[in-house]
C-alpha cells in the first residue's frame, strides 16, 4: 500500500515509518518546512507540507491508498499559536478534508486513552473532538488510544525519557501525591505495529481500540524502576496534590519543566485500559512488559 503518513519524523512516527516498510508498504511522510530530522530509513518518500496548511497537504495524498495520521502535541505554546485546537481538531479536520478530497479511502488516527467529551484535561477534550471528526467523516477509519508509551523512538517528548532525565540530574525524586496513580506502559513496538497491521486487517475497519501493556503499574513504582535501571538511589518526596495544583499554572511556563497542567491532571487520574485484550487479539501481538 502507499500510505501517507503525518507526525512521521516525531517519537511514535519513525516506529511506525520502520514498520510500515518492514511490512512492505510504501511510505510518504510529510515533513514541515524548515525542520530536518532524518529518518532511518532512506526509501521514504518526503514531502513538504503542515497540517494547518490545508492546500499543502495535496502534494503527497493523490494515489494514497490510506493516511495514518499521528500528529499531536502535549505542551502548548500560544505566542507562537501552538495550541491543543489547532494541532488535535483543526490539524485533523485538514488531513481528513484532504483524504476526502484526494480519494484516499481508509483513515488511520492515534488518540489518547483517556479521550472523552466532558474530560477534565484540555489534551483529553481535543483529542475527542478530533476522534469525532474522524468518525464523522465517511472514511474507513481506526482510532488507536494509547496509555503512556516507553521504548526507543524518534525525536520528541516521551514520559519515560522525560522521567529518566529527571532521575537523573534531580537530587531527590518529586512523586506527585501519593504515588499510587495507576498506569499501563504499552511499548512503542506494540503501537506501530499495530498501526500498520490496521491498514490491512478488516477486523478493524470501524473500530475504537485502547492500547496498554500487560502490567497496570503505580506511578512511583515507575520511578523506582527508572532508578534501578539507572544505578541510582530511590529517594521519593511525595508533593500533594493540592500543592502541585498551585503550583504548576506558573511552573509549567518555565523552560525545561517537565510537567505541564494536563499532564498533572492526566497523571492524577491515572491511565488504564477497560479493554487491552482487543489489540492484542485482533493483531496477533506479543505483550512486552515495562522496561527502561
Known amino acids: 500500500m502507499r500510505v501517507f503518513i503525518t ?17 512492505g508498504h510504501q511510505a510518504i511522510v510529510l515533513q514541515r518546512p524548515g525542520t530536518h530530522r532524518p529518518l532511518k530509513q532512506q526509501d521514504v518518500e518526503l514531502v513538504e507540507g503542515d497540517v494547518l496548511e490545508p492546500r499543502s497537504l495535496e502534494k503527497g495524498l493523490p494515489g494514497a491508498d490510506a493516511v495514518i495520521h499521528l500528529v499531536g502535541i502535549i505542551r502548548e505554546i500560544p505566542r507562537q499559536n501552538i495550541t491543543l485546537e489547532r494541532l488535535h481538531v483543526e490539524a485533523t479536520r485538514n488531513v481528513l478534508e484532504a483524504a476526502k478530497r484526494a480519494q484516499v479511502p481508509r483513515f488511520v488516527h492515534m488518540s489518547a486513552l483517556g479521550s472523552r467529551p466532558q474530560a477534565v484535561s484540555g489534551y483529553h477534550r481535543t483529542k475527542w473532538a478530533a476522534e469525532e471528526w474522524v468518525r464523522q ?6 482510532i488507536f488510544r494509547p496509555s503512556v508509551i516507553f521504548g526507543q523512538g524518534g525525536p520528541g517528548p516521551e514520559f519515560v525519557g522525560q522521567l529518566a532525565d529527571l532521575a537523573r540530574k534531580a537530587p531527590f525524586l518529586p512523586i506527585i501525591g501519593d504515588g499510587r496513580s495507576p498506569l499501563q506502559p504499552v511499548s512503542i513496538q506494540t503501537i506501530a505495529e499495530a498501526i500498520v497491521a490496521s491498514l490491512t ?23 523506582r524502576r527508572i532508578c534501578e535501571a539507572l544505578n541510582k538511589h530511590f529517594r521519593p518526596v511525595h508533593i500533594p496534590f493540592s500543592m502541585m495544583g498551585v503550583l504548576l499554572p506558573i511552573l509549567q511556563h518555565l523552560p525545561g519543566f517537565p510537567l505541564t497542567l494536563d499532564q498533572f491532571i492526566m497523571l ?25
Open 7 to 23: 507526525g512521521g519524523t516525531g517519537y511514535v512516527g519513525q516506529a511506525v515509518v520502520t514498520a510500515a516498510i518492514r511490512a
Open 201 to 223: 486487517s478488516p477486523l478493524a475497519h470501524n473500530k475504537i481500540y485502547e492500547a496498554g501493556g500487560p502490567e497496570v503499574i503505580t506511578y512511583e513504582e515507575i520511578m
Open 137 to 142: 467523516s465517511g472514511l474507513t477509519f481506526t
Open 268 to 292: 492524577k487520574e491515572g491511565n488504564v485500559c477497560q479493554d487491552s485484550e482487543s489489540l492484542y487479539r485482533d493483531f496477533g501481538l506479543e505483550k512486552i512488559p515495562f522496561k527502561v
